[in-house]
């Protein structure tokens, strides 16, 4: 698939989509970026020995005035209390099979901060079924289809973005693949999109909005696609370099 067929491809996938990247506000100076990595602990320990959010916060803590800790669906008031809250500007979320044990009290106060306060909220994944996602952008997060993709190319569509920074086009070698149509809103603005080596039984290639960025009042969201948990695709370099300039754009430092 050559360039011209792909953006004529995300053009039909996103609808309405904003593809061209928001203008970057200035970045705060001197201040430490706090950061909370959540899971809800269902990956395998084989692949994430320290869970998907340890490997997500190892790899932040290697960014100046980046400071990331870790939480769980186990911990008290579920790893989101209040008081964890008020010291966060930026979440990166992993669910899979546990969204609805998430408590309501808890999405509604990270919705709440998102909107009136600034919080950034990574959606990792699965996390496309989160609660958070769902609430926040009023959503369903319903997807077309998810299986066996076999390789994938993640496209970068909006290198002006800060999101794409020093990123280029690349391959995951083997992924759980995610068919359109995908249950979010058409106002976002669409960084990456992946397509899938195996198709579907009738033969169509298989594509998806993989990387999406959203305004949530005060707050930003952005999905990412790309992690199943029983693929080691969160030790990819070039995945690191995403979830680092994603996280600095949620909390507004690019």
Aim: aromatic share 8%.
């Amino acid at each position: 698939m050559n360039r011209r067929e792909l953006l004529s491809a995300t053009a039909a996938l996103a609808g309405t989509a904003v593809i061209g990247a928001a203008a970057p506000e200035a970045p705060a100076q001197g201040d430490t970026l706090r950061v909370l990595c959540w899971s809800e602990m269902t990956e395998p320990e084989s692949v994430y020995p320290k869970g998907i959010h340890g490997t997500v916060a190892d790899v932040l803590n290697k960014l100046p005035n980046v400071k990331a800790t870790v939480a769980s669906l186990n911990d008290p008031d579920q790893g989101v209390s209040d008081a964890v809250l008020a010291q966060t500007d930026v979440i990166t979320w992993f669910g899979h099979q546990k969204h609805g044990q998430v408590r309501d009290d808890r999405v509604d106060a990270i919705v709440k901060r998102m909107r009136e306060n600034g919080l950034g909220f990574f959606a990792l994944h699965s996390s496309h079924y989160s609660k958070v996602l769902k609430k926040s952008l009023n959503s369903s997060g319903d997807l077309g289809g998810v299986g066996d993709g076999g390789m994938e190319t993640v496209y970068v569509i909006n290198p002006k973005h800060p999101i794409a920074k020093g990123v280029s086009d690349f391959t995951i070698p083997a992924e759980e693949f995610y068919d359109e149509p995908f249950g979010i809103p058409d106002d976002h603005t669409l960084v990456f999109i992946s397509v899938f080596e195996k198709k579907s039984p009738e033969g169509k290639v298989r594509k998806f909005r993989s990387g999406a960025c959203f305004e949530v009042g005060k707050g930003r969201l952005f999905y990412f696609r790309p992690g199943h948990e029983t693929f080691p695709t969160w030790h990819m370099p070039e995945v690191h370099k995403i979830v680092q300039n994603a996280t600095l754009w949620l909390g507004r430092k690019v």
